[in-house]
Every structure is written in C-alpha cells, then in structure tokens.
C-alpha cells in the first residue's frame, strides 16, 4: 500500500474508500473554486510549463530538487492520481451512482483535439463537473457531457485499455476523487511528468509479473511497456524470456494485452 493510501485510505486502498467520493466534499468552498478554474489554470497552464520543463531537463538531466518538491507537494494537496488497473476500476465505476464521460483537458491543451477518454464517477446523485468552465473548450455550461451507465463507461474504458490507454484516477482537491483518466505518456500531463523524475502520481497497488514457462521472448510487451519497465533477458538454456522490472512498474496491468501466450499477471504488491 501506498502513503498516500496510508494517509487516504482508511485501512484501505484510497481509491476504494466511498469517503472520498463524499458529497459534503463538494461543498467546500475551495474545492469548488478550483473545480472551476481546473481546466484553464491546473491543466492548461500546466501543459504550458511542461514544455519548458521538458527543455531544461533535456540540458540538465534533471530538475532542481526545490522545484520537484514544490511540483509533488502542489499535486498531492490538488490534484494527485493513481495508476489502476481495469479489474480495480470495474470495481470503482460498477458501484458509481453516476458516471459522466467528458473530454480530455490533456489532449484538448496540448493538441485542441477532442477526445471523450475521461469519466467523472459519483456515489451520490451530485456531480461535480457541473462547477467546470467548459467555455476552455469552445463549449456552453452543459455542452460536452455524456451520462453512461456503469456497464456502459467499463466497455469503452476495457477497449481504451486494448488500445493502450493507461487508466489512471484523480483528486480534485485531496481527498476528493474527481475522474478516471485513460490516456497515454504521449498526452497526459501527469504520465509526461513522470519521464522527468516529477511523480505526480502514484505507482500502482500491483506489479506485473512473468510466467517464465509460458514466455516465448516475443517482445510484444517490451514494446508495449508505457513505463520502460519491461526488457528482454537471456536464460540459462539459451532462450529468451521477458524480465519486469518492479521498480520501475506502475501495475497498470496493459502489457496483458500483448502477450498472445497469456505470461503475464498482475500481483498484488
């Protein structure tokens, strides 16, 4: 378990605990100020800075210790996420009183594309994307917004996965969980900031694992691998099987979908 699920969960995983969906959490004053600026001043001005951020540690390497301090503080008091597996988030969305498809802010601020890859989940009949300034998108207050029934939001979230989305979830404001997120490291700020040693999110509560008699050393799931944590390795007998690295694996479970022998499972770190 993670601290941050230490220090959210309850005893358990934050993510599963009903508290943090609340709906007395909606109403703090805070939260609902920065629900409304998010789109604009959280990602937007965050996709902007990334992009110097990018070209320093391209020079440097590295970014200054106070400044990823200050980056990881920021987001685990904000807007701090998760990598979760489908089987988690069958979980999450199937005991969702509503859930509510919307666009990528990502996408949307890096690329003006829309794409309809985020869900809002609720516990109770209120939601709190209705607090979004959906003018970031060219929209009209209620423009955007696609209600879905559990079923419905886990079928399009399994074939996001298939296509290589990592699943990711989201405060809005600690502790409250805002948002699945299924995007890729190409588009998402938070999965982006990972390659400069900024963790904004949080590894997931699994690792994948290698069934080394069913491997055949295809390196599907090598090249699959959204976090580089998978490489090849050469046995003893001369052939070749994948090898995980579990320091380096976020548990999202997607290198599964790759393997045509079945090799590959999540456990439970």
């Not at 955007?144 to 996965?161: N, R, T």
């Not at 490291?185 to 040693?197: D, K």
């Not at 390196?219 to 001369?238: H, K, N, P, T």
Request: charged content about 25%; hydrophobic content about 35%; proline content about 3%.
């Amino acid at each position: 378990m993670c601290d941050f699920c230490t220090k959210h969960g309850d005893g358990k995983i934050w993510y599963k605990n009903a508290k943090n969906y609340a709906r007395d959490l909606m109403e703090d004053l805070r939260r609902r100020q920065y629900i409304h600026d998010f789109l604009e001043s959280t990602i937007g001005a965050g996709i902007s800075s990334l992009g110097r951020l990018e070209t320093i540690y391209r020079k440097k390497k590295n970014l200054p210790a106070r400044l990823v301090k200050a980056m990881v503080d920021k987001a685990r008091d904000e807007h701090f996420g998760q990598v979760v597996p489908i089987e988690d988030i069958r979980t999450i969305v199937g005991g969702a009183e509503t859930v509510v498809r919307m666009p990528c802010a990502c996408r949307w601020a890096a690329e003006k594309k829309e794409k309809r890859c985020c869900y809002s989940v609720s516990y109770s009949p209120e939601t709190w994307w209705r607090g979004l300034d959906m003018s970031y998108f060219g929209k009209a207050p209620a423009e955007g917004f696609e209600s879905l029934s559990g079923a419905e939001a886990i079928a399009q979230m399994e074939v996001l996965g298939r296509e290589g989305a990592v699943h990711t979830i989201w405060t809005m404001i600690t502790p409250f969980i805002g948002a699945i997120c299924n995007c890729t490291n190409r588009e998402c700020l938070g999965l982006r900031t990972l390659a400069l040693e900024v963790e904004t999110l949080a590894r997931g509560e699994y690792v994948a694992m290698v069934n080394r008699n069913l491997c055949n050393g295809c390196g599907l799931c090598e090249d699959a691998c959204q976090f580089e944590a998978i490489s090849s390795r050469m046995m003893d007998g001369g052939e070749t099987v994948a090898f995980v690295q579990h320091q380096k694996c976020y548990g999202c479970g997607l290198c599964r979908h790759h393997c045509p022998q079945g090799a590959l499972a999540l456990i439970e770190m």
